[in-house]
């Protein structure tokens, strides 16, 4: 028959494989949301055990965490469309390293068949890629792809959330998406695109 002991020795260990668990993770949102469970996890552990040494550690990890979730919705970042060319090298090591990745998000290689086709800077870092055609006003976005690390939905906000300044001066007024995958049906939800049919999701503006 198990005994309390055993029940708060198994939740230090359960707080110990978040921690661990959290260090597995590339995005560093989701980094720091789950190294701040797994801290609380620890400080209640510690105070059940009475090592307070232990709480007050795990107590400084979970402030960490805290400024630096702050941090990221809060400092300003700096988001660019910088053109990319499909014949250059640093294009073809791009789409070869995210390879898999990108399969998921455009499984019929969209970024091969847009006309306009743009690297996502963020914080002067390539975080992404965006290709569409433009017919009458409206851009078919072939391909909205984001590495994971920054995958916390700026990117998108940014430019599709709102009236961007370069989507206006290409005499762009509405999108049309194609959801691949729930994750990303998800974010056309968040950023307000209508399901329209299948995979077909729309924004205008």
Known sequence: ????????????????????????????????????????????YACIIHSYPTA???????????????RLYHVKSSFELVKADRDSEYFKWFVSKHADDLESFSP??????????FYFVRDNEVAGLLGYNQKEGKADILVDYVTEKFRDCRIGRYFFGNEHEYFRSQGIHAFTAHASNPAHENYL?????????????????
Do not use: C, P
């Open 108 to 117: 019929d290689q969209g970024y091969r068949k847009a006309d306009n086709l």
């Open 189 to 205: 939800k968040q950023l307000h695109f209508s399901h329209i049919s299948g995979a077909e999701w729309a924004k205008s503006f």
């Open 1 to 44: 028959m198990f005994t309390n002991d055993f029940f708060v020795e198994a939740f230090g260990y359960l707080a110990s494989l978040i921690v661990v668990f959290s260090l597995t993770r590339t995005s560093v949102k989701k980094l720091w949301i789950i190294n701040g469970i797994g801290a609380i996890g620890f400080i209640t």
């Open 56 to 70: 007050l550690m795990n107590l400084g990890a979970l402030i960490i965490d805290i400024v630096q979730l702050w």
